[in-house]
């Protein structure tokens, strides 16, 4: 079936081919149609579950957290100040080893007040344990969720899927809804190895001295390393049953590229436009997009920039003091090879300012008369 959705609605019928069985929900804008749908689903019959009004965005987190300790499969979606709220708990779902699906819309965090796009909301909780998944179309945004559930399961670690405002949430695309009993042998039902049982009882989260934490955090790592081929295997199975394939990156005519953008979510759908406009003139550019940013593809990244002449890394955030987020994880990852090429980062697209496809060719351009990298480089202000 088709249908022309937004993509806080392709979140919720992600969640509902799932078959999830409890979501907690609570209000914020942009992200507030995702748990409203969810609501008319299960009041309707269409999907059972347990629907959850809480008070807050921990709340929310911590009703998740329960939920999925007591084998059930869980969901919710926030945005910003509410993620941030959640804060705390993502650490919780993550050392107990919870695997829910979180929807995050990405909001510019306040102050100002603003309900524009801007990734840092979602990047400052890349050190919790999360897995981060960051779409670039409606359709993703569904596939993305039925895929979160089949590797959070095998590695017993939550998944943040992560949309921008506006560009995505509220704005309506065709999308390819599969059926449901496709989804079902995909996506077989939640089965915990441990769960809360009064007839097996298990402690999550309990205390923990020195002689057993280290351990620990050493298995949660194990686990992020190994979701890494899990979220390979998975999406390519998915293309097998669904038509689509997904990886933790996607190349666009880097094939002979001797320049590169490197960027993620909707900012690379415009920067493959500019990739054609600049193929047209005789420009030999390439895309990479970044995916999944935890756990980070190290592999692909290094696979495709290796020997460029030059790569320009995009980035809708800032971490002050330093730049941008992805630009930092992909000059990381070059570090030690052999043949890493000159890497410029890119800041822009703040607070939900446009991106257009003549800035990203300007940015091509500027970065091609600069002759040494420099780590901050701002597009678009107005100063």
Same mark, same amino acid.
């Given at each position: ?199 097996? =009882?298990?402690? #999550? $989260?309990?205390? *923990? +001295?020195?002689? /057993? ?6 298995? %949660? ?119 890493? =090429?000159?890497? #410029? $980062?890119?800041? *822009? +697209?703040?607070? /939900? ?6 800035? %990203? ?23």
């Amino acid at each position: 079936m088709r249908k022309v959705l937004m993509g806080n609605h392709a979140l919720s019928y992600g969640a509902t081919l799932s078959r999830v069985q409890v979501i907690a929900a609570y209000p914020i804008t942009p992200q507030t149609q995702v748990v409203e749908l969810l609501s008319e689903i299960v009041a309707d019959g269409k999907l059972k579950a347990k629907f959850i009004r809480v008070e807050s965005e921990h709340s929310a987190m911590a009703a998740c957290i329960g939920a999925s300790a007591a084998g059930a499969r869980a969901f919710t979606a926030t945005s910003a100040q509410g993620l941030a709220l959640m804060h705390e708990m993502l650490h919780w779902a993550v050392g107990a080893r919870t695997p829910i699906v979180l929807g995050n819309i990405n909001r510019a965090m306040a102050p100002p007040w603003t309900i524009w796009t801007e990734q840092n909301d979602s990047l400052s909780q890349r050190d919790t344990g999360w897995m981060q998944v960051y779409c670039q179309n409606n359709q993703e945004v569904l596939d993305s969720v039925i895929q979160a559930y089949k590797v959070s399961e095998r590695v017993l670690l939550p998944t943040m899927i992560v949309l921008d405002a506006f560009v995505l949430s509220h704005t309506y695309e065709v999308v390819d809804i599969p059926e449901q009993e496709k989804v079902d042998e995909y996506l077989p039902p939640y089965n915990p190895p441990y769960k809360l049982d009064p007839d097996e =009882p298990h402690a #999550f $989260g309990g205390l *923990t +001295g020195p002689d /057993g934490y280290f351990e620990l955090r050493y298995i %949660i790592e194990k686990a992020m390393e190994e979701s890494r081929e899990v979220w390979r295997e998975t999406g390519k199975e998915f293309g097998e049953v669904f038509g689509r394939e997904y990886g933790l990156t996607e190349e666009y005519k880097t094939g002979d590229a001797e320049f590169l953008i490197v960027a993620s979510a909707t900012i690379a759908s415009t920067a493959r436009v500019a990739v054609d406009v600049m193929r047209e003139k005789g420009k030999k550019v390439g895309l990479l997009r970044i995916r999944v940013i935890r756990p980070f593809p190290f592999d692909e990244v290094r696979e495709c920039l290796k020997g460029r002449k030059k790569v320009l890394v995009i980035d809708r955030n800032v971490s002050f003091g330093f730049g941008g987020i992805f630009y930092q994880e992909v000059k990381s990852a070059m570090y030690n090879e052999e043949h890493r =090429p000159p890497i #410029f $980062g890119i800041i *822009t +697209g703040l607070g /939900g300012r446009d991106v257009r496809v003549e800035d %990203i060719m300007e940015m091509v351009e500027d970065v091609e008369r600069r002759e040494k990298p420099e780590d901050i480089i701002w597009k678009g202000v107005r100063v």
